[in-house]
């Protein structure tokens, strides 16, 4: 088993910057695929940003650009959130999926059913947009 908790949700005013970090602990393996999600009431998940064990990075067209994600160690990942706008505001979620299938260009935050490959899921860190 693996346990994912994230940290450094807010309220930022739009053109703010915020980092997300999660920290894995358990089980993990040296293949790899992890990401950030996304969720607001009513719309299905998505992918922001996702990396895997070769260190290919991968980005949704809405956070190109603005959205940075690294890790400083192979059990956490960081999202760094730059130039925040206002349809940035939702849960964003730490994710991962291990083993040799979940690596390579399996590993798309592009792809729109990423999440449903995702095996381990963290509780979710809310950012918001100050007023």
């Given amino acids: 088993q693996v346990q994912l908790a ?12 915020l980092r997300l970090s999660c920290e ?3 089980r993990t393996q040296r293949s790899y695929c992890m990401g950030w999600f996304r969720q607001v009431a009513g719309k299905e998940r998505e992918a922001v ?3 895997d064990s070769d260190g290919r990075v991968t980005y ?8 940075l ?3 400083e160690m192979p059990k956490s990942l960081s999202l760094q959130i730059n130039t925040l706008k206002p349809e940035d505001a939702a849960m964003y979620y730490c994710a991962a ?3 040799i299938t979940c690596s390579g260009g399996y ?4 792809r729109s059913t990423l999440h449903r ?15």
Avoid: H, L, P
């Fill in 6 to 17: 994230e940290s450094g949700g807010g309220s930022v005013e739009a053109g703010g910057s």
């Fill in 24 to 26: 894995a602990s358990g």
């Fill in 49 to 51: 940003a996702a990396v």
């Fill in 60 to 67: 949704s067209d809405s956070v190109k650009g603005r959205f």
């Fill in 69 to 71: 994600i690294f890790q």
């Fill in 97 to 99: 999926c291990y083993g």
């Fill in 107 to 110: 590993c798309d935050a592009g």
């Fill in 117 to 131: 490959a995702m095996d381990y899921w963290g509780k979710g860190t809310r950012v918001t947009i100050a007023s």
